[in-house]
């Protein structure tokens, strides 16, 4: 019975997130929308969903999230070494996921090269075709039909002109030394979080789980500078899901204390 309950409010909660985040949903959208949360248990307050052109897409987070709720027993990740190329930048991955002991693993392939991806991302393609991989792979697992907001390559903005490429800012080329990566990432960092208005300790906690450490001094240089791009993207793209993401790191400081 409780889990009925809390099923019921979850609903509820995501349609208002939902509609407070992108506006009125038509009758699909909603009945979707509806459906995944019952059968998932997705949170739209954590970044589980995004909509995108009025259809839904999940994320990266979520899919995990919902391994976890199932007891996902583990998952296997290689290279698929026949299909990488470094020097181009071309990466792919073949994951493995295992629902129980006794599961012989839902396999799911992931790729990504300059063309597929965000120039802002360039240099991330091969975390970016991991994290491809393993969603595919999460997806067929649990049988979620909707596509993961990572595979979506049609999003890749076109690779900039040899004339914008000189606008861009250098890139940093001193070390960690425990300044996040240096000061023209951190100073990046800093403006990105003024011109969307974003919560310091918010973004500094995603950073932190993004990167992977203990904490964000520990990260490496490229470790930031492929955070920042991520930021970026992200903020330019969909503000509202990114703060839906940083809010979940509220979330968790709140039942903490």
């Not at 697992?141 to 004339?163: K, Q």
Request: net charge positive; aromatic share 8%; glycine share 8%.
């Amino acid at each position: 019975m409780g889990s009925i309950h809390y099923t019921t409010r979850l609903v509820k909660r995501n349609f208002e997130l939902a509609t407070k985040f992108w506006g009125s949903l038509s009758d699909t959208t909603s009945e979707t929308l509806s459906g995944l949360t019952k059968r998932y248990k997705l949170v739209v307050s954590a970044g589980d969903l995004i909509l995108l052109d009025g259809k839904w897409y999940v994320t990266h987070s979520g899919l995990l999230a919902v391994a976890r709720r199932k007891h996902c027993t583990g998952m296997q990740v290689r290279p698929a070494i026949e299909f990488c190329n470094p020097v181009a930048s071309r990466w792919a991955f073949e994951a493995t996921v295992y629902k129980s002991r006794a599961c012989r693993g839902f396999v799911g392939y992931g790729d990504a090269d300059p063309s597929n991806v965000s120039p802002l991302v360039h240099g991330a393609e091969m975390r970016v075709a991991e994290t491809r991989a393993v969603n595919r792979a999460l997806r067929k697992a649990y049988g979620i039909g909707i596509c993961s907001v990572e595979e979506i390559g049609s999003f890749a903005e076109p690779v900039p002109s040899a004339r914008e490429a000189k606008k861009l800012p250098p890139q940093p080329v001193n070390g960690n030394n425990g300044n996040y990566g240096g000061p023209k990432v951190r100073d990046r960092l800093c403006q990105l979080i003024r011109q969307h208005q974003l919560d310091a300790n918010l973004v500094k906690s995603y950073a932190v789980d993004f990167c992977g450490t203990k904490t964000l001094r520990e990260a490496s240089r490229e470790q930031v500078e492929s955070f920042v791009a991520h930021l970026a993207d992200w903020a330019e793209k969909d503000r509202n899901a990114l703060l839906c993401q940083l809010n979940s790191y509220l979330e968790g400081k709140e039942g903490a204390a």
